[in-house]
């Protein structure tokens, strides 16, 4: 597995493909049937998302409400992880909840890990720090894993920053961020590793910006065949997709 360094950057001679919460159009996402079948494609890279449950345990789950079990008003913060159990594919050990140290222990050699952590604006501060701290204690403090941590919520990074420096820390950016925004955070915020940019919005301007200030660019989320190669001929560094099959046929044609 190649690395990324946190201090020693350098351009991958082709687009990384991440496979989006595992191969989530073969299985269940962000279980491990998505991610052992994500692992038959040659890809380089997972990402995946972490929340909180009740009683504060770091598991993979996207979506604050639990609509794809059929549970349309409940959220996963409404139950202990041992609830969570008995409530997602209790039946099945392969696409069950999953913790992220689970998760962690059995990929972490496997490939690149991208580690989103979701900081709800519903949260409290001291809640997002929870979810960050756990997420970092369980990394360990080794940038040479290839793991990267992300988020939408930039205090979250300002505080992972803080606790674990040397961890790689990505800035996702919103649909309606612009170049300007990057502009200003390049200036305020250069412990970042990088951004990763909706593909809808991204364009050379941007990925020239953040490679010039030496910075890694990931896009999401690049499923049809327009996205995948708007994103290969802008020369990102990270493509995230659904459809890692076929964005390996595309970049490898």
Request: with cysteine.
């Amino acid at each position: 597995m190649n690395t990324m360094s946190e201090n020693n950057y350098s351009l991958p001679k082709k687009s990384m493909i991440f496979a989006h919460r595992g191969a989530n159009r073969e299985a269940m996402e962000n279980t491990r049937n998505a991610f052992d079948r994500a692992l038959r494609y040659a890809i380089d890279g997972i990402e995946t998302d972490v929340q909180l449950s009740r009683d504060e345990v770091t598991v993979l789950w996207h979506d604050r409400f639990l609509d794809k079990i059929r549970l349309n008003d409940k959220r996963i913060d409404d139950f202990d992880y041992q609830q969570l159990q008995t409530l997602i594919n209790s039946g099945s050990e392969n696409e069950g909840i999953m913790t992220l140290q689970d998760f962690l222990i059995t990929y972490r050699k496997c490939c690149r890990l991208l580690i989103e952590v979701k900081s709800r604006d519903w949260e409290p501060p001291a809640r997002h720090q929870t979810k960050m701290r756990q997420t970092l204690d369980l990394i360990g403090n080794n940038p040479e894993q290839g793991m990267l941590v992300s988020s939408f919520n930039l205090a979250s990074l300002e505080y992972a920053h803080c606790y674990r420096p040397r961890v790689p820390l990505v800035y996702n950016f919103e649909t309606e961020q612009t170049i300007v925004d990057a502009r200003q955070l390049l200036t305020t915020h250069d412990f970042l590793y990088g951004f990763c940019l909706p593909i809808a919005s991204a364009d050379q301007a941007m990925v020239n910006l953040l490679h010039d200030q030496r910075k890694c660019v990931g896009v999401y989320t690049c499923n049809s065949e327009a996205e995948i190669t708007k994103a290969l001929q802008l020369g990102v560094d990270i493509l995230i997709s659904d459809l890692p099959d076929k964005a390996l046929i595309l970049r490898d044609q």
